[in-house]
């Protein structure tokens, strides 16, 4: 068995509204592998973006509230970090792809700004911006761009949003992080743009030897994506286990629920 990355124990997480707590989850415990893509599947609503935020460390306290548990990532306990301590790791070791491209970027700078500021950021040593402007352009080539002396001089509202989800992976694989958190970076694109898009997130795990925590709703996606499954209702893991068995032996009832919603072509492979 490989190693485990990241161990989520006992974890629960509420809001707080007008001195009221609804808990998003308690008790969540999970395990993610080195090198694996595990999905993390739930209708909207189950907690799979809160959990995906928790890791990165990402909600906002208050409203939000770590109220019991651990988030252990290469062993070390993420709550009782310090911020500046997470800063080295969040973006670095870890970085997130949401859902939502276009308000993760800033409209008022250039493709090419955003890439050079962020690659500074997150560089080892001091570079300069010519430097990092040559490292966006080879990483937009990863990620499939072609016009890149073009790209980087445009703003994020000139590309399609296939085009600004690739920059968006760009920009979290700058750091080579270990970790990659996917939270539906597909759902908003039509499916041909999709299925490139979840090849290159796969290719990129292999090239870079990354860890995906990879996010959706779509049993289609699972299918495509990955190689264990965990199965989120109502902020409880109700079953996980490897893809294969998760769809030719579901054994909770949502999960039977879910593949029983999903078109048959899924199945025929197997049978
Ligand atoms: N900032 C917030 N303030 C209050 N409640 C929140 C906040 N963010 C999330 N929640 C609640 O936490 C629960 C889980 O939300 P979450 O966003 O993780 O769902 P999800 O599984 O990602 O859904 P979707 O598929 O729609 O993205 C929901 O009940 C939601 O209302
Ligand atoms: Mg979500």
Not at 81 to 93: A, C, H, M, V, W
Not at 175 to 189: G, H, I, N, R, W
Request: charged residues 25%; hydrophobic residues 40%; proline residues 3%.
């Amino acid at each position: 068995m490989a190693n485990k990355l990241v161990e989520v124990k006992n974890l629960s997480v509420g809001f707080e509204k007008n001195q009221n707590l609804t808990q998003a989850f308690s008790n969540l415990s999970f395990d993610i592998y080195e090198n694996e893509i595990v999905c993390l599947v739930g209708e909207s609503g189950s907690g799979k973006s809160v959990t995906a935020k928790a890791i990165m460390q990402l909600l906002q306290v208050p409203p939000a509230k770590y109220i019991g548990g651990e988030i252990i990532f290469n062993g070390k306990d993420l709550l009782k970090l310090s911020e500046k301590e997470l800063e080295k790791i969040r973006g670095k070791q870890m970085a997130m792809v949401f859902q939502d491209a276009l308000s993760a970027l800033n409209p008022v700078y250039t493709i090419g700004t955003q890439m050079v500021d962020v690659i500074r950021l997150h560089a080892n040593k001091k570079i300069t911006r010519k430097e990092a402007l040559e490292q966006a352009k080879e990483l937009l080539h990863l990620v499939n761009i072609r016009n890149v002396d073009e790209v980087v001089k445009q703003y994020p509202f000139q590309l399609s949003g296939g085009m600004r989800q690739r920059l968006m992976i760009a920009m979290a694989l700058s750091s080579k992080p270990q970790l990659l958190l996917a939270d539906e970076p597909t759902t908003a694109l039509d499916v041909t743009v999709q299925a490139r898009i979840l090849k290159l997130i796969r290719d990129l795990k292999e090239q870079f030897s990354m860890t995906v925590l990879f996010i959706t709703h779509d049993l289609g996606v699972v299918y495509e994506m990955a190689d264990r499954v965990m199965v989120l209702k109502e902020g409880e893991l109700v079953e996980e286990g490897r893809k294969d068995d998760i769809f030719t032996h579901p054994k909770h009832p949502y999960t039977k629920k879910l593949l029983n919603s999903m078109p048959r072509i899924y199945f025929q492979e197997d049978s």
